[in-house]
């Protein structure tokens, strides 16, 4: 008798083995880094094998990462001694600031001195930084009794460094100005929109009692060239003007604040023409920050008296007669614990910044605070250890996730 045979389950017979999924190739890994959103993680992630470390330390993957996320608020740059306030804890950039704190040279060593010509040398002082790059100024006085003007643009962290050439008689006297005649200057970043990472722009101000100069530099050529010059009766001043303040670069215009007028110049960088707005009322010796809002508005962040909170503005067009308006939005404050002395700062990276006094407490225990302005919200940074005017926002990434920004 033939035996019986066992019964096969149907379709089980040809089954494979359970097999792994295939592995994620570099590609996909790319993808999905660059959508940690914390540089913090994605830091912690490099170090988890060398594949990780070896894919997210690739210079095209940084670039990548960068254009992507905005770099992080690390801290502020001191215009009087040269050094670095760290965001404290619990903020949650302070393990990335200590550790560029380690990494960089805050106190700009690295750069040399200018030429010895002077008979008072002062120090490099940071006067914007951007991009991961300081632009650094050294005033010094010459022999002569004239004072002199040195600038110099460096990356901290990778101590690199260019000194910027000083700006020639020649072209100096294309615009009917001489050295003697100088009132004031300043000088700072532009925005460097498409320019490749280790490019950028220094925009550099004069002004005379008749005249208000501007002057750009580029990475790209070396040296310098006229923006341009226009007196001030053309812009309405029938007084010399004192000092500018409260510079910023806003959708592609720089505005300065006129000291003691109720007055804020506008240069629109693509025409190169001056004008000159009115401000609020009782703006005349007030902190004022112009800053980016949407949609392509101007927005002006002011503090009016010894008062714990800033008002914000926007800047709007009336139809069609291009005259303008300021409209006020709304009131922010300094948290309860503060009292009425109250600095504003910046803007930087979509940020101002605040610092106050706690009650019953003396300017040493000062706080910084910033101000997204997207959503409004105040986050205590750090405490205050300088004169906060005059002290620059620093922005930017980890160290292992830097790369060199000066050529």
């Known amino acids: 008798m033939a035996s019986q045979g066992r019964r096969i389950l149907p379709g089980l017979e040809g089954t494979d083995p359970d097999r792994p999924p295939p592995p994620l190739t570099s590609d996909l890994h790319e993808e999905i880094f660059l959508r940690v959103g914390s540089p913090a993680d994605l830091a912690r992630a490099s170090a988890a094998c060398i594949s990780f470390r070896r894919l997210i330390s690739d210079p095209g993957f940084l670039r990548r990462y960068r254009s992507i996320h905005p770099p992080l608020l690390l801290g502020f740059l001191s215009y009087a001694d040269a050094g670095f306030q760290p965001v404290e804890t619990p903020h949650p950039n302070a393990a990335v600031a200590r550790a560029v704190a380690r990494a960089a040279d805050f106190s700009f060593g690295f750069v040399p001195s200018p030429i010895k010509r ?67 200057s300043g000088s700072s970043f532009i925005p460097p929109g498409d320019m490749e990472e280790t490019s950028f722009s220094v925009i550099y101000w004069v002004f005379s009692g008749t005249k208000l100069v501007v002057f750009f530099f580029s990475s790209g050529s070396g040296h310098w060239t006229v923006g341009t010059s226009t007196s001030w009766n053309d ?19 720089f505005y300065w604040k006129v000291n003691s007028r109720n007055k804020l110049l506008k240069l629109d960088m693509n025409t190169m023409e001056l004008s000159a707005y009115d401000l609020p009322p009782d703006h005349e010796d007030e902190d004022i920050v112009i800053a980016e809002s949407g949609e392509g508005k101007v927005a002006m962040f002011s503090q009016v008296g010894y008062d714990r909170s800033v008002k914000y503005y926007n800047l709007l ?80 990434f980890p160290p292992s996730m830097s790369s060199r920004r000066i050529q």
């Open 118 to 184: 002077f008979s008072c040398w002062q120090a490099w002082h940071p006067r914007d930084a951007r991009d991961g790059r300081v632009l650094l100024e050294c005033r010094s006085t010459i022999l002569d009794g004239e004072e002199c003007l040195d600038l110099a643009v460096c990356d901290p962290v990778f101590r690199r460094y260019l000194m910027l050439p000083p700006i020639t008689d020649d072209l100096l006297s294309s615009v009917e100005l001489q050295n003697q005649d100088m009132c004031y």
């Open 235 to 253: 812009l309405g001043f029938q007084e010399e003007v004192d000092s500018l303040s409260s510079w910023q670069c806003v959708h592609g215009c």
């Open 317 to 396: 067009q009336n139809g069609s007669d291009k005259s303008h308006e300021w409209h006020m939005r709304s009131t922010i404050r300094l948290p309860d614990q503060y009292t009425s002395e109250c600095y504003i700062n910046g803007p930087a990276e979509g940020y101002i910044f605040l610092a106050g006094t706690p009650k019953d407490e003396d300017v040493t225990h000062s706080s910084f605070f910033s101000l997204e302005i997207k959503s409004l919200r105040i986050e205590r940074v750090s405490g205050r250890t300088s004169h906060f005017q005059c002290d620059v926002p620093y922005f930017g």
